[in-house]
C-alpha cells in the first residue's frame, strides 16, 4: 500500500510542475507590453519632428534638402487687376471671389534657395491632385509650374508636397480687416504686417515680409520651419516693401 502511495504522490509533483511551467511567462517573452509597444503619448506632449499634425489630426510630410520654406499668399484682386492676371479665367473669372491664395510654397536656404530640382515625380502634376487645391491655389498653370520651380526641390512626392502646402496655408490665421476684402484699403507695409502678427501668436515682423507691385499689395510672405512652425528669415525681410501707402485692391 505504501508503493501506490509513493507513485500516487510522484505523479501529483510531476502534474504540478507541468502547470507551473505552463503558467510562468516565457524568458524569452517580454513580462510588460510596453517594451515592445510603446505607450501613446501624454496628452499634450509635442510631436516629433516626424510626426507633426495638421489641424485635422493628419501627419504633415517633412521635406528634406534645404532650411526652411516661405508661404507666399498672394493678394487675387491685385493680381486679376493686372495684365497678367485679367486673361487667367480660372482664377480671374466673373465668378471667382478670391482673396488670398497659396501662390506658392517655397523651400529656403538661409542664402538664395533651390530651383528646378531633378526628382523622380513626373513635370506635369495630374487633374486629380491639381484640382483639388482649386479652393487655396486656383490654376493648373500655377499648380504646374510651383511644382516644378520649387515642389522639385522639396524632397517630397507631389501628393505630399501638396498636402504639406495645404497644411501650411490652414497654418496661417488670415487678420479678418484684410482678408475680407469688403472695400478698397489703404495700409502701410508695416500695418499689414502687424495684422499678420496680431493674428498668429509666434509670428514675428522678422518672419514675414509684404511684396507690393506699384501702391499694390501684391503678396505677403512668411516664413516656416520644415514643420511649419514660424521662424525668422533675416534675409527676406530685408527685400520686403516699406511703403508707407500701400492699396489692397477689393474683392469684386
Known amino acids: 500500500m505504501?508503493?501506490?502511495?509513493?507513485?500516487?504522490?510522484?505523479?501529483l509533483l510531476s502534474l504540478a510542475a507541468l502547470w507551473f511551467a505552463q503558467e510562468k511567462p516565457s524568458p524569452s517573452r517580454p513580462s510588460n507590453d510596453w517594451t515592445m509597444y510603446p505607450p501613446t503619448a501624454?496628452?499634450?506632449?509635442?510631436?516629433?519632428?516626424?510626426?507633426?499634425?495638421?489641424?485635422?489630426g493628419r501627419s504633415v510630410p517633412r521635406g528634406a534638402g534645404f532650411d526652411f520654406y516661405?508661404?507666399?499668399?498672394?493678394?487675387?484682386?491685385?493680381?486679376?487687376?493686372?495684365?497678367?492676371?485679367?486673361?487667367?479665367?480660372?482664377?480671374?473669372?466673373?465668378?471667382?471671389?478670391?482673396?488670398?491664395?497659396?501662390?506658392g510654397l517655397w523651400p529656403q536656404n538661409e542664402n538664395g534657395y533651390p530651383e528646378f530640382c531633378r526628382s523622380s515625380e513626373p513635370d506635369r502634376v495630374p487633374d486629380a491632385i491639381g484640382r483639388s487645391l482649386f479652393d487655396i491655389m486656383p490654376?493648373?498653370?500655377?499648380?504646374?509650374?510651383?511644382?516644378?520651380?520649387?515642389?522639385?526641390?522639396s524632397g517630397l512626392s507631389q501628393k505630399d508636397y501638396f498636402a504639406t502646402t495645404r497644411a501650411a496655408f490652414e497654418a496661417i490665421r488670415l487678420p479678418g480687416t484684410i482678408g475680407?476684402?469688403?472695400?478698397?484699403?489703404?495700409?502701410?507695409?508695416?500695418?499689414?504686417?502687424?495684422?499678420?502678427?496680431?493674428?498668429?501668436?509666434?509670428?514675428?515682423?522678422?518672419?514675414?515680409?509684404?511684396?507690393?507691385?506699384?501702391?499694390?499689395?501684391e503678396e505677403v510672405r512668411i516664413c516656416l520651419n520644415r514643420d511649419?512652425?514660424?521662424?525668422?528669415?533675416?534675409?527676406?525681410?530685408?527685400?520686403?516693401?516699406?511703403?508707407?501707402?500701400?492699396?489692397i485692391v477689393p474683392i469684386r
Open 2 to 11: 505504501k508503493r501506490y502511495a509513493g507513485f500516487i504522490a510522484l505523479g
Open 180 to 217: 475680407s476684402g469688403a472695400g478698397a484699403t489703404t495700409l502701410s507695409a508695416e500695418a499689414i504686417e502687424t495684422s499678420f502678427t496680431d493674428a498668429n501668436p509666434g509670428l514675428s515682423k522678422r518672419g514675414v515680409s509684404i511684396s507690393c507691385d506699384g501702391r499694390r499689395l
Open 42 to 56: 501624454p496628452a499634450g506632449s509635442p510631436p516629433s519632428d516626424n510626426a507633426r499634425r495638421d489641424e485635422g
Open 228 to 247: 511649419l512652425t514660424f521662424r525668422d528669415c533675416p534675409e527676406l525681410d530685408r527685400r520686403g516693401c516699406r511703403a508707407s501707402a500701400t492699396e
Open 139 to 153: 490654376s493648373m498653370g500655377l499648380i504646374g509650374h510651383q511644382w516644378r520651380k520649387h515642389g522639385s526641390c
Open 70 to 103: 516661405v508661404l507666399s499668399l498672394s493678394w487675387s484682386p491685385a493680381f486679376c487687376a493686372s495684365s497678367e492676371g485679367s486673361g487667367n479665367r480660372q482664377q480671374c473669372g466673373s465668378d471667382r471671389r478670391y482673396g488670398f491664395v497659396v501662390h
